[in-house]
Structure formats: C-alpha cells, structure tokens
C-alpha cells in the first residue's frame, strides 16, 4: 500500500502494466501515457529485482556458492518473482494470473 499511495499522485497507482491496459481500455488512460507507463513498470520490476539481488547475494553465496539454481529446494528465482509449484501446470498458472487480474480490476473500479 505504501508504493501505491507514493505514486497515486503522478501515476494514479498504477504499479501493473494489466491495470494500465484496464485504465486504457476504458478510455480513462490516454495511449501515450499507457505505453509511458508500462515501460516505467517495467523498468522498475528490473531495478527492483537487482535491488532485491543485490541485498540477497551473500546469503545466495552462502548457501549455494557459485551455482544458481532457478528452481528446486534451493532455487533462488524464488526471491525475485512469483513461480509455480512444479506440480502445477502452464494453464493452471495462466489462469490462476487471469483471475487474479479481473480481482485487480474488480477491487480497483
């Protein structure tokens, strides 16, 4: 909450490219100011992630010394994005996302 009330007042909240594409699909969002947007987005999901690294790497050193590991008991892409399980299939993730999505919209109209 506390990301979405600093940017509210330049960026409406918008911290997801899926409800930027909601706000210009309804007509409340210009097309210039979506694409400004989502490449914001993006650019901070990268920022983040090498922050989020950058503060993990001794303890991934620690733990796994030179290998990285994506998945497994050990993997390390866990501290950087959200992964399924690896019993679950790429449709049951896809429309766990699509959901999760429409909740977004749902909550933020």
């Not at 210039?32 to 992630?49: K, M, P």
């Not at 050193?61 to 501290?79: C, E, F, K």
């Not at 429309?95 to 429409?102: H, R, T």
């Amino acid at each position: 909450m506390f990301c979405v009330y600093t940017c509210s007042k330049t960026s409406g909240g918008h911290l997801n490219p899926a409800i930027s594409l909601m706000f210009y699909t309804l007509g409340k969002l210009p097309l210039s100011h979506f694409f400004y947007y989502s490449i914001v987005q993006v650019l901070g999901a990268f920022v983040g992630t090498a922050f989020a690294y950058t503060v993990y790497l001794d303890q991934t050193h620690h733990v796994l010394g030179d290998l990285r590991i994506v998945a497994g008991p050990n993997g390390t892409a866990g501290l950087f994005t959200s992964m399924p399980a690896p019993h679950v299939s790429n449709t049951i993730a896809f429309w766990d996302q699509v959901i999760i999505i429409l909740l977004y919209y749902k909550y933020i109209l």
